[in-house]
């Protein structure tokens, strides 16, 4: 939850129970269908020099929100109700969104911090500090793909054979995406 993000580091952030009132003024992320008047997660976002930003995400409150400080792309990801949001943290207005249809369920950064890897059902996506998509692999030979571990170029995957059946691991080049 802490982080060292360039000279307005994201320190700190927490999601809020709903919009606040008049002290700031929230920032609005949507998935392809913009419709600022929606309450979704809303999060204050709080930087090392004392300044903070509110996000309002598409989507539901979602319990098993996932918010992630990714240093190394000076970027904030956050997943709420299967969508996906990488965000810069200096400039929250640009940020890059998930389709809405993947269904994002798990994401995990490499050890160095350089690559971000998004598992959607079948698809898993990787994108680089720029926040830009480096590669799409939907040959992961199952369902449901969990991150299991990194090591030595190579992504580690948890995945159901079948839809409800016997899970499995599968192996994908990190740098490609090609099923090893």
Known sequence: MIGNIANQAIIRWEILPGLPGEEVI???????HPTPWTEGLVVRFRRSNGSDWVGNFQGRRDRKAKIIV??????????TDGNLYIVDADNPANYVA???QLLVGHVMLDDKGRALFVAASTIILAFGCDRTLLWTSSGVGGYDAQFHTIANGVLILD???ELGGKRKIVRLSATTGERM
């Open 98 to 100: 998930g389709d809405p």
């Open 70 to 79: 990714w240093r190394e792309a000076n970027s904030v990801v956050v997943i």
């Open 26 to 32: 929230p920032k609005y992320f949507h998935v392809r």
């Open 159 to 161: 995945v159901e054979e």
